[in-house]
């Protein structure tokens, strides 16, 4: 009797797990009924007929992220690279995802590979680095419209790494290299240019301030002469002026011719002192007269003076 109530209390509870269904919040349940769709099953508590109905697909409601692997693609200049990604999606449509496709993920991965390998193969290695903007959402658009049947929604596509060939690599670094030597080399025959022109102008300011300071010496020279001049000349008419004032007074011509005396006697001195010459006078007379001539040089002056 035992074992018969227990057969039947099995038999009950599998009969309620077979009855109800809780579908988690994250989650949606396809259910059919003898083998044809019937209802998706949203979050919650859910009654079902045993034997009739039956989960045939659970799906993840949330967004999904998949990785796609690396694969080897040839850019529009014939350089390989090995390129992989991450593809995000989402499930919209449990119904056609499980109807209209054996398996989303495995196809959006093989649809993502085709279209990427695509779009890399229309561009040049250096625009596939920086037009990875452009390149992610060409491969959504492409991705989503083809998996549109599929109840699904591809959110957004991220390229993870663009890999050249170790031989690609080496000639790219050895062409980045040659370019800093070039450069470099610009640089430094910039700085030898910048150098040779700044002496030059040192050189041409140089020859300008030595020109500039010599022509201002021969003018400081040539002031300097004139006001030399212009005093002397000043000196010799106040000298000759007060000469002649003094010659006016009273004495003052016998002064003068006394003065020319000496002055004739002393020069006269000293030619016979100095050179190796005798001087000896043909005749007194002619001395006297001399002397009557200078005399007479003498009272001319005054009156010389007196009509300037």
């Given amino acids: 009797m035992l074992t018969y109530f227990t057969v039947l209390v099995l038999i009950l509870l599998f009969l309620l797990l077979k009855m109800f269904v809780v579908v988690p919040m994250r989650e949606a349940a396809v259910i ?16 079902l007929i045993p034997f009739f109905d039956r989960i045939a697909y659970r799906h993840e409601t949330r967004e999904q992220v998949i990785d796609i692997p690396s694969q080897g693609c040839i850019t529009r200049d014939n350089i390989q690279v090995e390129v992989d990604g991450l593809v995000y999606i989402q499930v919209l ?47 959504v658009k492409e ?30 670094e050895r ?41 201002q010496r021969r ?25 002649a004032a003094a010659v006016q007074k009273e004495g003052g011509s016998q002064a003068l011719k006394m003065q020319l005396i000496e002055e004739y006697i002393e020069t006269l001195t000293d030619i016979t002192t100095k050179a190796n010459v005798s001087i000896v006078p043909l005749e007194l007379a002619k001395i006297k007269g001399f002397f009557d001539g200078l005399s007479e040089v003498a009272d001319s002056v005054p009156s010389t003076q007196g009509r300037v």
């Fill in 143 to 172: 991705i989503d419209k083809a998996s549109d049947p599929w109840g699904i929604k591809v959110l957004r596509y991220e390229l993870k790494n663009i890999t050249p060939s170790a031989n690609v690599i080496h000639t790219l």
């Fill in 175 to 215: 062409q980045m290299e040659a370019e800093r030597e070039k450069r470099a080399e610009i640089t430094r025959a910039s700085a030898e240019k910048e150098a040779t022109i700044n002496i030059s102008e040192g050189n041409r300011q140089e020859d300008i301030n030595l020109s500039e300071g010599e022509k």
């Fill in 32 to 47: 059919e009924r003898l083998g044809k769709f019937r209802i998706v099953l949203n979050p919650g508590f859910h009654f």
């Fill in 93 to 139: 449509d449990p119904k056609s995802a499980s109807y209209g496709i054996e398996d989303y993920r495995r196809a959006a991965i093989n649809l993502a590979q085709t279209t990427m390998r695509a779009e890399i193969g229309k561009l040049s290695l250096g625009e596939s680095f920086y037009e990875r903007d452009a390149l992610n959402e060409t491969i």
């Fill in 219 to 243: 003018i400081n020279v040539a002031t300097g002469r004139a006001e030399a001049i212009s005093i002397l000349a000043e000196a010799t008419a106040e000298g000759t002026e007060m000469i």
